[in-house]
């Protein structure tokens, strides 16, 4: 009988009849018509309960989840219902959804011919990386006169492991076949210069840049050949991403952290397959995860796992650890991405001395984050004093950004000043921008 539900329709149809015998306190005549309609009403709700369980089980349901979900982007989920009854009938889902989504208002209807089969797909979006459990998945049958309910629970649950944004890392992917000589990215960039290593010697055709001409093949061959060079190879490439309290900031959802490790996770496949080594380190208070760069391509599934479960802490970064252990680990010039945040120029001043020095023995790229909420809000206009306060302050932390990116490249550091959500793009704009300069 746990199984059994009473629809609203139930509930006024018992009302109507209800009503019927009161009015008949007063007009006898409608008596027998009130006893009547209760008669055919209780029969009518019979008649649901026995043809909705005529057998034990008359519905089939069946939930398909991806074996991982991506975090920061659309996850389908798959519903598939099978129905026995030999009539048309409404169904009633209701997915137990893991709790970090906080949705409890789920509910899809549909209906399912006789003898037939069904499915819908919803979408699930998480931002938060970590352990997901799905619960089972309730199914109700609606019978034939839409009174009763019957229930099906189908123990479907199943934990689910959500993982850094690899939808992110296979749509960026392209960007390191790419052959376009001057298109890198989702923008344009000018190339700069040449790279040093040398690819071959081929015929000269138009266009070729008349400097990289071979005199002695040409001299050989009584015909113009020209040297082709390709981008330096196996360079190491590190991100490092600061844990600490800056990086707990959301914004659409997501933190600043999370924004870091997408980005960080697209970048070191782009770098893989440049030919590149792409390393990891994450720090806050001291180094930790350190990832020695390889260019193996097992080296992916290492740098998701160790950034599966890494989370912000809640002290400011120490760069001066920072500072020691790239000093201590890494030998070899190498291209750092350094994921952090400052807010104020005293932030930045206060770790310029560390960042400076990484600055002399690697190139280092610093991120920094524009602050949107700040950014919409220069864009109101104002309508009274107090929205003049606030938009002069906000122009101020916008203004405070553009003189740490000046501060930063007065010292050798290039920088990278974006939005969170552009954050991937433009790394892996910039590491193919710096491929292209030979910049290291």
Known sequence: MKSVYLTASFFWILAAVTFVFFVSFWFAFLFEFAQFLLIAFLLITFFDLFVLYQKDTVLLAKRTVPERLSNGDENQINIHLKSLYRFKIDCEVIDELPVQFQKRDFLYRLKIEALGKNEFSY?????????????NLNVFAIGY????KRKYTFGHARQVACYPSFVQLRKYEFLAVSKLPQSYGLKKIRRIGHTLEFEQIKDY??????????????????RYMVNQYQDETSQPIYSIIDVGRVMKMPFEGLKLL???????????????????????????????????????????????????????????????????????QLNQRSLLILYTNFEHLSALNRQLPYLAAIARRHLLVVVIFKNTELTSLTEKPSENLWDVYEKTIAEKFESDKKLMVSTLQKHNIQT???APKNLTVNAINKYLEIKAKGLF
Do not use: C
């Open 145 to 148: 006169f839409k009174l009763i």
């Open 205 to 222: 055709v138009v266009g070729d840049d008349f400097r990289t001409i071979n005199w002695k093949a040409t001299a050989k061959t009584s």
């Open 123 to 135: 979408f699930v979006k998480p931002v938060d990386r970590g352990e997901y459990i799905f619960g």
């Open 258 to 328: 999370d924004y870091a490790i997408n980005a960080s996770l697209a970048f070191s496949k782009v770098a893989i397959l440049k030919k590149d080594k792409a390393g990891l380190m994450t720090f806050s208070k001291t180094v930790d995860n350190s990832l020695p760069a390889s260019s193996r391509a097992a080296h992916m599934q290492a740098i998701m796992e160790r950034l599966y479960n890494i989370d912000t802490q809640f002290s400011d970064s120490d760069f001066g650890a920072l500072h020691a252990a790239l000093k201590y």
């Open 416 to 418: 990278i000043l974006t």
